[in-house]
Structures are given as C-alpha cells and as structure tokens.
C-alpha cells in the first residue's frame, strides 16, 4: 500500500460501483448481479486503495496485478475500470451486447487493465501462481491479487493451486474468498458444502486472514496484515465473509439472484437504494 | 525403433534456447524424467517448476507465467496435457492467446505397454479445433528441436506433438521447420503420401516399396497440421490425383479430416486415411502396435493400391 488509503473514497466508489452494476445488468438483459455486489467493496478497496497501478498506462511494469478468477463478476470489475479510468464509462451500457468490449465474462483481449480472461470457475489460482513466479523471476516488488467466490472453491483445481502456492513459497501472492455462501443452485451448504474455508487453506500452508468483506475499515486491516506477511514464504489467504446481493434490499442473500438480471419495477427498487447510500457517502465525504 | 526419439529433443532445446537469450519457463507435472524437462531442470532451475500430479494447475501456472511475460512450456503427457487440462487450454490459454507452448510427449501408440490408457489418439483433434492454437508433429529428433524453436520464436499458443520412442532420422541437423509449410520429401506422380510425426518414415518405406511396383508416389512431411500449407498439398495433388494420409492418431480429427477437409473444398480427389480405426489403444510393445493398428509401410502400400485400383 503506498499512501494512507482513503476510506471515504473507498466507500463512495463502492456505492458508485453497485450502482453501475445494477444498471448495467439491468440494461444488458441479463449477467450476474449477486456476486457482483458481495464482492464491490473488497474490489473498491484494492482499486482505490490497496493496489499499485496506472489506468493512463494499463500495462505499467511496477503494477500489482488483479485476477478476477470469479469471472462471472465481470461487471464489478468492469465499473472499477471504469470508475478509475481504464475504460470510458460510456462502454458500461454495452455490456454483453454484440461488439462491445465488454463481454459476460472478462477478455483479456478486448479490456485495458483486464490481466487475463476468466469465466470458467476454478483457474485464476493457478493462473495467479505463475503471474507471481513471473514477477519474481524478474525481481518485481509487485503483487498479485486474486479474488475468488466461495462456490468455485469447489472446483478441485483451486486446491492444486493452492498446494501448489505453498509449496512453491508463492509470497507475493494475496487471494481473496468472497464468502458469500451461495450459488447457483442454493446454499454452498446445501449443493456442496466448502466445510471450514480458512482451516481448509490453513491446512495447505497458507497464512489465513478473516474479514467482514463490507466494512472497508475491517478489509483495508486485512489487507495490510496480509501486506506484512508477504515476503514470508508462504501465500496469503483472506477470506471475506459478505452477502450475496449486497447493497439491495430484495437481492441480499437470495441465490436467486446469482445470475438473472432485475426488470424495470426491480431496476428502479434497487437504483433508489443504492442512490440513497451513495448520496450518504457523498455527504460524509 | 530407430534412431532418437522426438521427446530427447525437449528438455536440451529448451536449454540452448536460454542459453540463447529465450526467456523461456517450463512447467511439468510429475513427469520430468520421461519428458526430459529434467534436463531443463538441472541447468536452469530457477526456470522450472514442478506442479505434482496436477495437469489442469500444470496449464493454468504456465499460462500465468505466460501473462508475466515469459515463453511457458509445459510437459506431461499428451493424453494428460490435452485431455485432462482441455479446459485450461481451451479457456485460459487459446481464450486469452497466451504465449504458452504445450510440448508433451508419449503421443499415439508408441507409447506401448503402458496400453490405451497412455495411448493418447485423439490429441491433434482436440488442439486442431482450438482458435489461435497452431499444431506442428515432427517427424524426427531434428524436426522437434526445430519445431520446439519455432514455438519460442512465435508469439501464442502452440502444440508440440513429440513421442515417445525412438524413430528413423529424417532431417538433417540444420533442419528449420517453418510454421505452416509441408516438406516434400520425395517426388511422385501417381500418389501422393501425406504423413506427420512416426508415420513420415513409413510413407517413406511405402513408397520404396510402392516404386518397386512401378508406382510413383510423392511423399510430403505435413509437420504444420495447423495451419496445413495448402498451396504444396493442393499442388501434390493436382499432379497424383488421389492421396493416403498417415498419421499414428485416430483417422477422425487429425491429419487425415484436417487434409480430406482441405481437399474437400479445394480440389477434391480420392483419399485413404491411414491411421487408428477409432478404437483405443492396447497393450504391447510400439513395433507389434504398429503392425497391429495397420500403420506400416506396408499398410500404407495397400491404401495407395486401392486407390490406383
């Protein structure tokens, strides 16, 4: 972390960006909005605060790097792009429309700032563990970061990965759990249950960190209790415990709304709500 | 066999090539000593990382390493690299056109007492299919150290096809495979024999056997099955009019569907597909599978008689 993050600043880019993401699931037809907004504040903090980069040059050397292994939450990145200015802002109502940047799940090749593509659940782990090997080959103090939901933990590459850091003494890396406890089918508990995530990464050899993931204070203490236990050997978990749909009312902890986009009447509910928190923010800002 | 085999040229290619300048990483999964990346290890070991048995992690921490800027090869066996981590290469590697170079080797039936389940058949279907993927099968020991620099030197993802066992020498040392070109390796009028990988020395055979029966054939190495240099097979078969492709694979998905497709389109001629009969593999030692799946010599010479019939 360079300077002091700004807490305030946090908060509000986060208000800006559950508000993005609702219109522009809402415009879009369709995407994934539950996921989104459980993970807008843990994405808020490392855009605007934690991590070191450059939108005027996405591809700056000295940047930490950002993989979005949950990639069906594409459009919380995508409005932290667009709210610190990789991309203009304009691209966000063309989400998942044909030609547009913006793709339902992210593309490396078409998004400045976007580090590699993701959507099929289970692989940024591993993609994460060679970025950092990169890097250190090459000297780099930067780091990596590397946001996962709880359901792909399920996946059984996540925990080759996951030795696979240990082992390799991968300590410029920092992955986060968006322990939302839902999926597409239900509860985590119900569908495929992840039993005791922190012990479970403990027991592969990594340094375990918990946080509420909506309370920008909690995060940005994990974030730099993590920071000082980098360069230590071992890989660096935080996991967050959130709430699927944050931030609107009729969405927070519904899997229901794990991948289906508000109509208008709902679009509207959940606009006036996220309205009215940024609005708060700005007055205390 | 023969002389050596394609694998021996992995491990000590990548070797001169950082000792060339090539930042070059490999990434293995348990089997450094039959890939021969272990020759890679041992000189550059701060260059190598062993994933375990982990195929899927294997693709995934190259391609990561790939976004970090280096030329990320990785190891295993074909039947694992491709069939296990299909989904890492598909939508990490190729999806993100990533400079990562799957070179694994113990390919098609050579493979040989390890049986079916090792006898990986269906691979260059599965890559061929992949966008951006290039796909090369070199015939020879010279041809794989061409083919592994060719990878290096061009940015994205490649399949390296190498095998296990040793084969007859095909090219000299100084060979340079060129990325979608196909090699005329003798010339013929009446057919035309367009083989990858083992199965170049047997349509070579085949064709000293084929001209002792009066009939000329034309012999093309197809080491780039992606992208195919239709301009030399289109122009083979202009002059011979019928062609059997050979290839130690499955005949559906490989060298044979991506030439019949080609020709299919371009200029449609009688074709053979000589090649594994959509079975599995078995058990048994490479020059008893060889005879078994018919993919000798001798089984190309009976393909290319049914067509001048």
């Given amino acids: 972390m360079a300077n002091a993050p700004d807490v305030g600043l946090i908060r509000s880019m986060a208000a800006q960006m559950r508000l993005d993401v609702v219109e522009m699931i809402a415009k879009a037809g369709s995407g994934h909005p539950g996921g989104s907004l459980s993970a807008a504040d843990i994405v808020a903090a490392l855009y605007f605060g934690v991590m070191k980069h450059d939108p005027a040059d996405p591809s700056w050397e000295g940047r930490d790097r950002f993989v979005l292994s949950k990639g069906h939450a594409a459009p919380v990145l995508y409005a932290a792009l667009a709210e610190s200015g990789y991309i203009d802002r304009e691209h966000l109502g063309t989400l998942r429309k044909l030609g547009s940047i913006l793709q339902g799940h992210p593309d490396s090749k078409k998004v400045p700032g976007v580090e590699v593509s993701t959507g099929s659940l289970g692989q940024g782990l591993s993609i994460s563990n060679g970025i950092a090997l990169g890097l250190k080959l090459d000297r780099s103090a930067s780091r990596v970061f590397c946001l996962m939901g709880d359901g792909e933990l399920q996946e059984g590459q996540v925990w080759e990965a996951a030795m696979f850091a240990a082992h390799h003494g991968v300590d410029n890396l920092v992955a986060i759990v968006d322990h939302n406890g839902l999926q597409i089918d239900g509860a985590c508990s119900d569908v495929m249950c992840l039993g005791d995530v922190e012990a479970k990464f403990g027991a592969f050899g990594w340094r375990t960190i918990i946080a509420d993931g909506h309370d920008v204070e909690a995060l940005l203490r994990a974030f730099e209790a993590a920071e000082t236990a980098l360069g230590g050997g071992v890989p660096v978990v935080i996991v967050c415990s959130t709430v699927k749909g944050k931030g609107v009312s009729f969405m927070e902890g519904n899997a229901g709304w794990h991948g289906k986009a508000p109509n208008a009447d709902e679009t509207q509910r959940a606009v006036a709500e996220l309205t009215a928190v940024l609005e708060k923010e700005a007055a205390r800002g | ?309």
Avoid: W
Avoid at chain 2, 157 to 184: S, T
Avoid at chain 2, 257 to 284: M, N, Q, W
């Fill in chain 2, 1 to 309: 066999m023969g002389d050596k085999a394609t694998r021996a040229a992995f491990g000590e290619t990548l070797n001169d090539l950082v000792a060339d300048g090539f930042d070059i990483v490999a990434v293995e999964a348990d089997l450094s000593k039959s890939t021969t990346t272990a020759t890679f290890q041992e000189a550059n070991p701060e260059r190598f990382f062993n994933a375990g048995i982990a195929e899927a992690n294997m693709v995934g921490v190259a391609a990561g390493l790939a976004v970090a800027g280096k030329i990320a090869f990785t190891g295993s066996f074909a039947v694992f690299a491709t069939g296990r981590a299909y989904d890492q290469v598909r939508n990490t590697v190729c999806y993100s056109d990533l400079n990562v170079k799957l070179a694994p080797t113990h390919s098609g039936i050579t493979v040989g007492p390890d049986g079916g389940s090792h006898q990986m058949i269906e691979d260059i279907a599965l890559m061929r299919v992949l966008p951006g993927m290039r796909v090369l099968v070199p015939a020879d020991y010279n041809s794989a150290k061409s083919a592994l620099r060719l990878a290096a030197e061009a940015s994205g993802p490649f399949y390296i096809r190498l095998g296990r066992v040793g084969v007859p020498q095909v090219y000299a040392a100084d060979f340079k495979l060129e990325l979608g070109k196909a090699y005329v390796l003798r010339e013929g009028a009446d057919v035309t024999l367009a083989a990858c990988g083992v199965m170049v020395a047997e349509a070579l055979q085949a064709a000293e056997l084929l001209a002792v029966q009066g009939i000329s054939a034309e012999v093309i190495d197809v080491a780039s099955v992606k992208p195919l240099d239709v301009e030399t097979l289109v122009g083979s078969v202009r002059k011979t009019g019928r062609v059997v492709t050979c290839e130690e694979h499955s005949i559906i998905g490989g060298l044979g569907s991506a030439i019949a497709e080609l020709l299919g389109e371009a200029y449609p001629v009688p074709l053979r597909r000589v090649g594994v009969k959509d079975v599995f593999g078995t058990s048994g030692e490479p020059d008893e599978l060889m005879v078994y799946f018919g993919l000798t010599a001798l089984d190309i010479v009976t393909s290319a008689r049914e067509l001048l019939e």
